[in-house]
Nanobody, 126 residues
Framework: VQLQAFGGGLVQAGGSLRLSCAASGRNFDYYAMGWFRQAPGKEREFVAA????????YYADSVKGRFTISRDNDKNAGYLQMLSLKPEDTAVYYC????????????????????WGQGTQVTVSS
């Protein structure tokens, strides 16, 4: 599956953004998805993950309660709704996907994923 992330931009602290990840290819509903981010000078880090059915989700502590991951398998798309954004959320955000054998599995590691989107920049000003 090939992925393309979009929806980033410049927003003030406290604002919101919704990132989208468009997937091309077959059997998207067999793929678990995740969002990661990479700030300048830092390693890429896990943000959120969702199972292939959407029934299971998992979040990094830093975004829990502010970000919501979701997906629409009919549209071959995944989403990351980001609320109450902080300057420390500034990063390039990447969506990722991998084949999942079980409906409820979520994956949080960089190496868990085989397909990556190109990234979209999110900048939060103070």
């Amino acid at each position: 599956v090939q992925l393309q992330a979009f929806g980033g931009g410049l927003v003030q602290a406290g604002g919101s953004l919704r990132l989208s990840c468009a997937a091309s290819g077959r059997n998207f509903d067999y793929y678990a998805m995740g969002w990661f981010r990479q700030a300048p000078g830092k390693e890429r880090e896990f943000v959120a993950a969702i199972s292939r059915t959407g029934d299971s989700t998992y979040y990094a502590d830093s975004v829990k309660g502010r970000f919501t991951i979701s997906r629409d398998n009919d549209k071959n798309a995944g989403y990351l709704q980001m609320l109450s954004l902080k300057p420390e959320d500034t990063a390039v955000y990447y969506c990722a996907a991998r084949y999942a054998s079980y409906n409820e599995y979520v994956y949080t590691g960089l190496r868990d994923y085989s397909s990556w989107g190109q990234g979209t920049q999110v900048t939060v000003s103070s």
